[in-house]
């Protein structure tokens, strides 16, 4: 078997941003522990345990309240992992203080979706990139998206290149819509380039279309032709956006930051970059709160 892979910062600083009250950390993810929840025989990649514990003992040292668990495609689509973090992540008032997004098989039952949509799911993702996923079949995606719970949203994840073919099928999901990484634009072109324009475009084809401004660390890696941590790049471009779309953007971490070994990010440089997309107190209660409560936690609004 091939080594597993540690992607996340063993000892993350302590920010100097400072999260409102009630901040959600809305793109994270949890491996394993193997022992308990064995990885996908598909995974493209085998990391080493990422677990729940150190989920929260990190949300805790970052300053937030909240997290939004979305499946990583290492653990395909069984969900067991994300939703025994969600089931541990009650705080003492006996509210869970996670919520999920999940990765189904298509031909899931209605009485499964039920069932997730009781254990704290309220989405489920389409991963579209080929070096994580054999297959995206969009025809069974749109069957689905046809069948979810009330309430639910279908965040899908692509790169920048296949955004003009994903037009289509992302017209017709007829539920919310969020976008990972927001379609991975190139911030090393700027905010007015072509990747940002033509995002920007979709944006506006509907009104329901959300995005997440994540991952710095990924898209202004060195690997990737970037300036690495502090990523002024990812600042530069994603800032307009966030400015301009208030009301459908949202935050996350990404840890444990899949992938990303090479170029191991420090959680609490990530959240310094909060601060440099959203500048005023009001776009950051928006981004941190007001939004992810609208999507995951609208019951409490
Ligand atoms: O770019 C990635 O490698 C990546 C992978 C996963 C996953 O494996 O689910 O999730 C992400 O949000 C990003």
Redesign the pocket.
Known sequence: MADRILSWHPAPSKPTFTPPPGAVDA?C?VFGPMAKFPFSAKT??LPEDAGPDMLFALRDRLGFSRNVV?????HGTDNAAMLDAIARSHGPDGKARARGVA?VDPDISDSELIALHEAGIRGI?F?F?K??VDDAPKDKFLKVAARLPEGWHVVI?FEADILEEMRPFIASIPVPVVI??MG?PDVTQGPNSADVKAFRSLLDSRVDIWFKA??PE?LDAKKEGGMGDPWNNFAVAVAPLVADYPDRVIWGT?WP????QDEIADDGHIVDMIPRIAPSAELQQKLLVTNPMRLYWPEEL
Do not use: E, F, G, I
Not at 70 to 74: F, G, L, P, R
């Open positions: 793109h993810h493209k990649y979305v499946q990583a495609s290492c990765v993702r991963n990139l070096r994580l994840y990972d990484h991975r994540t991952c990924r990404d930051h899949p992938n990303m």
